[in-house]
């Protein structure tokens, strides 16, 4: 039996282009800063990649920083100096409960620094708590200039709510949170790493001043990624890696430019797909859903009621271990992941479920399945056999409801 791939939302497969992309561009030896000819090509691809990044989410190329992925794109994100000098000590950072760990740790703002934005039951941010915080506390901004509101930052807020969790698929109300933020005068940072290639144009879409973006969620190559600035009125006055200059003094370090090529190229292939696929992907997740609650009604699908990424499914059913079933399904040639692995590859209780007021009991028990452009019917057919057989041995045992 061909291995079934459903974990998309960890890593998607390289796009063939895109390996044929980078395959050539290794053959362009160089340094991009040098400012011989061989230099000038290598700088000409990164230039080119940048252009096809910044079209496929609604950017201009100078406001696009590559990275080595979305965790450094997230870590050159959250930093006081994107205000200036004289209000970084009073500067505050929130960050959702929800975040990717690469966020929750805050980076370069003190631990006092740091509140974190609870979420409802459903999953979704507490849009209401934050109006509170940022609109209503004694300390709100008394005058706001509406017209434009980004230009004119009248407190040193950073808001960084991700566009949607990379563990449930919900979808956050991103363009609702970009309002209350730039009412208080603040910024708001976005991790778009799980809807780069779902939803078109991220930049204006979500309304945020920076976002962050990786390449091999969309076919592209791991290690690069890119934060991207909404316009020239958002300022990294300290870069986090500091060095030659590269990335216009924003991101130092001589640039992986085959990666960065191929990410370039991944953006191209799917922004010309994206539309057409996402339709189909959504209607296999559904059939994986009917498939999964006719085997086991007491299956809890996460955020079946909230706006959700069409390519992912999270369920539990009480008491089935997800470490069992992630073992079990390796076994037969199926590879996915628990709703609550952690880097080190070990399961943990998922702080976003934690988040979400799941008992541990359940949380314990979740997978996340993820589908992408190579998902078919036959994978979802396969996954639900044999999800139905170890099912249905482990209730035999007493081993899941
Ligand atoms: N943010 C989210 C929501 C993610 O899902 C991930 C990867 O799993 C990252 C950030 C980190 O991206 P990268 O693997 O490119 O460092």
């Given at each position: 039996?061909?291995?079934?791939?459903?974990?998309?939302?960890?890593?998607?497969?390289?796009?063939?282009?895109?390996?044929?992309?980078?395959?050539?561009?290794?053959?362009?030896?160089?340094?991009?800063?040098?400012?011989?000819?061989?230099?000038?090509?290598?700088?000409?691809?990164?230039?080119?990649?940048?252009?096809?990044?910044?079209?496929?989410?609604?950017?201009?190329?100078?406001?696009?920083?590559?990275?080595?992925?979305?965790?450094?794109?997230?870590?050159?994100?959250?930093?006081?100096?994107?205000?200036?000098?004289?209000?970084?000590?009073?500067?505050?950072?929130?960050?959702?409960?929800?975040?990717?760990?690469?966020?929750?740790?805050?980076?370069?703002?003190?631990?006092?620094?740091?509140?974190?934005?609870?979420?409802?039951?459903?999953?979704?941010?507490?849009?209401?708590?934050?109006?509170?915080?940022?609109?209503?506390?004694?300390?709100?901004?008394?005058?706001?200039?509406?017209?434009?509101?980004?230009?004119?930052?009248?407190?040193?807020?950073?808001?960084?709510?991700?566009?949607?969790?990379?563990?449930?698929?919900?979808?956050?109300?991103?363009?609702?949170?970009?309002?209350?933020?730039?009412?208080?005068?603040?910024?708001?940072?976005?991790?778009?790493?799980?809807?780069?290639?779902?939803?078109?144009?991220?930049?204006?879409?979500?309304?945020?001043?920076?976002?962050?973006?990786?390449?091999?969620?969309?076919?592209?190559?791991?290690?690069?990624?890119?934060?991207?600035?909404?316009?020239?009125?958002?300022?990294?006055?300290?870069?986090?890696?500091?060095?030659?200059?590269?990335?216009?003094?924003?991101?130092?370090?001589?640039?992986?430019?085959?990666?960065?090529?191929?990410?370039?190229?991944?953006?191209e292939v799917v922004n010309d797909t994206q539309a057409a696929e996402q339709g189909r992907i959504k209607d296999?997740?559904?059939?994986?859903?009917?498939?999964?609650?006719?085997?086991?009604?007491?299956?809890?699908?996460?955020?079946?009621?909230?706006?959700?990424?069409?390519?992912?499914?999270?369920?539990?059913?009480?008491?089935?271990?997800?470490?069992?079933?992630?073992?079990?399904?390796?076994?037969?040639?199926?590879?996915?992941?628990?709703?609550?692995?952690?880097?080190?590859?070990?399961?943990?209780?998922?702080?976003?479920?934690?988040?979400?007021?799941?008992?541990?009991?359940?949380?314990?028990?979740?997978?996340?399945?993820?589908?992408?452009?190579?998902?078919?019917?036959?994978?979802?057919?396969?996954?639900?056999?044999?999800?139905?057989?170890?099912?249905?041995?482990?209730?035999?045992?007493?081993?899941?409801?």
């Open positions: 039996m061909e291995r079934i791939y459903l974990d998309y939302n960890a890593s998607a497969p390289l796009l063939e282009p895109v390996k044929a992309a980078m395959i050539e561009a290794f053959d362009v030896f160089g340094n991009g800063s040098s400012v011989h000819s061989q230099g000038r090509k290598v700088h000409g691809r990164i230039e080119t990649a940048r252009e096809q990044v910044a079209k496929m989410v609604g950017a201009r190329g100078q406001d696009v920083i590559f990275t080595s992925g979305g965790t450094e794109a997230n870590n050159l994100a959250l930093t006081p100096s994107l205000f200036p000098k004289d209000l970084q000590s009073q500067a505050r950072l929130y960050v959702s409960a929800i975040e990717h760990p690469s966020i929750l740790n805050g980076m370069r703002f003190e631990k006092d620094q740091i509140t974190v934005i609870p979420v409802t039951r459903e999953g979704v941010v507490d849009v209401e708590w934050l109006r509170n915080e940022l609109l209503n506390s004694e300390d709100a901004p008394e005058e706001l200039n509406k017209n434009e509101p980004h230009k004119k930052h009248i407190k040193p807020i950073l808001v960084s709510v991700m566009a949607a969790n990379n563990e449930t698929g919900i979808i956050q109300p991103i363009t609702e949170i970009s309002e209350i933020v730039h009412e208080a005068g603040g910024l708001l940072h976005s991790d778009c790493v799980q809807v780069l290639g779902k939803m078109p144009l991220l930049l204006p879409m979500t309304n945020a001043d920076l976002i962050s973006v990786s390449a091999h969620k969309i076919g592209g190559p791991q290690g690069v990624g890119a934060l991207i600035l909404r316009d020239a009125s958002v300022v990294l006055r300290e870069p986090h890696v500091a060095g030659g200059g590269q990335e216009l003094k924003r991101r130092g370090g001589t640039e992986n430019m085959a990666g960065i090529v191929g990410f370039g190229v991944a953006c296999l997740r559904d059939q994986l859903e009917v498939g999964l609650l006719d085997i086991s009604p007491d299956a809890v699908v996460f955020g079946k009621d909230v706006q959700r990424l069409g390519n992912v499914c999270c369920f539990a059913v009480p008491g089935f271990s997800a470490e069992t079933q992630v073992i079990q399904l390796d076994l037969m040639n199926i590879s996915l992941s628990s709703g609550s692995a952690c880097s080190s590859g070990k399961v943990d209780h998922s702080h976003v479920l934690k988040a979400m007021a799941v008992k541990e009991t359940i949380s314990h028990a979740a997978l996340r399945v993820s589908l992408g452009p190579q998902s078919s019917l036959d994978d979802v057919n396969g996954f639900l056999k044999a999800w139905e057989s170890i099912y249905t041995r482990a209730k035999k045992r007493g081993h899941a409801a």
